[in-house]
Nanobody, 126 residues
Framework: QVQLVESGGGLAQAGGSLRLSCAAS????????MGWFRQAPGKEREFVAA????????YYADSVKGRFTISRDNAKNTVYLQMSSLKLENTAVYYC???????????????????WGQGTQVTVSS
């Protein structure tokens, strides 16, 4: 099993930046594709970004492309989500997720992931 712990959430101003981190347990982090999802009150969980096992392939929701960047440091067992040009509608609980994978794969559907963190709150204010 893999245990994931998100951190870095908090309050940010619209137009500002925030970096989320997701730390994974175990010694085989490099064998997992990772994803970031978010869920706002009253809304469905939404795909944000994903990255394949090596970090060579990244995928983004259209709504965040160009503003958010997903990356990973396998030596630190950590995946990041750098968020810039934040908007009020980016307010949500952000979750990281993991699934065993190889190659370019990184899913965009929550149902494709086996392991989830507890989430971290991101609040964007004006």
């Amino acid at each position: 099993q893999v245990q994931l712990v998100e951190s870095g959430g908090g309050l940010a101003q619209a137009g500002g930046s925030l970096r989320l981190s997701c730390a994974a347990s175990g010694r085989t982090f490099s064998n997992y594709a990772m994803g970031w999802f978010r869920q706002a009150p009253g809304k469905e969980r939404e795909f944000v970004a994903a990255i394949n096992w090596s970090g060579g392939y990244t995928y983004y929701a259209d709504s965040v492309k160009g503003r958010f960047t997903i990356s990973r440091d396998n030596a630190k067992n950590t995946v990041y989500l750098q968020m810039s040009s934040l908007k009020l509608e980016n307010t949500a609980v952000y979750y990281c997720a993991a699934v065993r994978s190889i190659g370019s794969y990184a899913g965009k559907s929550a149902r494709e992931y086996d392991y989830w963190g507890q989430g971290t709150q991101v609040t964007v204010s004006s």
